[in-house]
Nanobody, 114 residues
Framework: QVQLVESGGGLVQAGGSLRLSCAAS????????MAWYRQAPGKQRELVAF???????NYADSEKGRFTISRDNAKNTVYLQMNNLKPENTAVYYC????????WGQGTQVTVSS
């Protein structure tokens, strides 16, 4: 069964931190580069970061030094540690393969207040 379940979002003040988790089915996770994406109100979905099966990482320029993506291959789970959050990081965050697959989970809402 194809499954992507994101969690860990919430409301946080600017400068705060959150850790997002995404539990994926093996058919999506195993052997694939996994990524976090986000979609802010009125904007297109964008790539935030990705991690290869061997844990090489890449980040959007705006998040370098503040966000850390990681994966646990034994748990089919990908994480996003977000530090020093800014109001412009407010969005629904999704995980998926990179390049994207056709199936999306429900996402997790991140709201950063100023």
């Amino acid at each position: 069964q194809v499954q992507l379940v994101e969690s860990g979002g919430g409301l946080v003040q600017a400068g705060g931190s959150l850790r997002l988790s995404c539990a994926a089915s093996g058919s999506i996770f195993r052997g694939n580069t996994m990524a976090w994406y986000r979609q802010a109100p009125g904007k297109q979905r964008e790539l935030v970061a990705f991690v290869t099966p061997r844990s090489r990482t890449n980040y959007a320029d705006s998040e370098k030094g503040r966000f850390t993506i990681s994966r646990d291959n034994a748990k089919n789970t990908v994480y996003l540690q977000m530090n020093n959050l800014k109001p412009e990081n407010t969005a629904v965050y999704y995980c998926n393969k990179f390049p994207v697959g056709n199936y999306w989970g429900q996402g997790t809402q991140v709201t950063v207040s100023s």
